[in-house]
């Protein structure tokens, strides 16, 4: 079951998005899908338009009506990206005043007339480095402006740059093309040194090679934005091949200006 309105307006979507997928109805289902959430709206019986929709929490496989969309969320801030080529959204809600506070970073990928994957990273408290109070300062913070299109990178300088950061932190050898200033933000950590020639988004390589895998991409040329859903490998004791993660970063001349990681933990603070 999904949200009554939330399955309406997919419903809505069914004529435009046959005919093509464009970024006002990408941007349209992401704010459905922001209302529903906020709304934490009564649900109905699934449709026939939402019958193939799969949807998972933290890589787990579930029914929606038992998962944190039915849950009433206040909402204090919201960032998506929108893929025009792939057709698909990508959303990061910050909810602080929320009890509990919730980051959630939700990926949307429609086929023909119809969503049929949703998928999230829900983080809480216990989870990797959380703090929805410094999440929501830090966002606010930043800017995610429109970039002209003279300036704008292709999707596969966009998506590589995202890549070589997660590359290396398995593989210390890795060309990242971090830029300066470059600013990363940790669960509610704010990486960020003062001037415009601070790069504080350097990972140190981790004491054991290892690969960044199950990589599931939303590019946005026209903000200069990938995320990225993937299995963190080593952070987890519980889960050592890999926990659910997600990092969003902004390109700007194809040098990396922002990061932002959430990572879900087994146990409080995956065990460190």
């Not at 959204?89 to 007339?113: G, Q």
């Not at 090679?209 to 599931?216: C, D, G, Y």
Request: proline share 5%; with cysteine.
């Amino acid at each position: 079951m999904i949200p009554s309105s939330f399955v309406l307006f997919c419903l809505g979507l069914a004529a435009q998005a046959s005919a093509a997928c464009t970024r006002e109805m990408l941007q349209d289902a992401a704010a459905a899908y922001i209302k529903a959430q906020g709304a934490g709206l009564p649900t109905s019986p699934m449709p026939a338009v939402a019958n193939n929709i799969s949807y998972a929490e933290n890589d787990k496989i579930m029914d929606i009506k038992t998962g944190v969309l039915n849950q009433a969320i206040t909402i204090d801030f919201n960032r998506s990206l929108y893929d025009t080529t792939q057709c698909a959204t990508f959303t990061e809600l910050v909810s602080a005043s929320n009890k509990p506070p919730y980051v959630i970073h939700t990926r949307m990928l429609f086929t023909a007339d119809q969503i049929t994957t949703i998928q999230s990273v829900v983080t809480t408290d216990g989870d990797w480095a959380f703090n929805a109070t410094g999440q929501l300062y830090w966002n606010k913070q930043e800017t995610w402006s429109t970039i002209p299109e003279s300036k704008r990178d292709t999707r596969a300088v966009i998506q590589a740059a995202g890549d070589a950061y997660l590359d290396s932190w398995g593989d210390g050898t890795v060309k990242v093309p971090y830029g300066t200033p470059c600013a990363r933000l940790e669960g509610g950590s704010y990486t960020a040194g003062k001037g415009s020639t601070a790069n504080t988004c350097k990972m140190p390589q981790f004491p054991q090679p290892f690969k960044i895998t199950n990589r599931r991409y939303v590019v946005d040329e026209e903000v200069g934005g990938v995320d990225i859903f993937n299995d963190f490998p080593f952070i987890d004791k519980v889960k050592p091949n890999g926990t659910s993660s997600t990092n969003v970063v902004r390109v700007e001349g194809g040098m990396i200006r922002y990061i932002h990681e959430v990572t879900k933990c087994s146990t409080k603070n995956c065990g460190r």
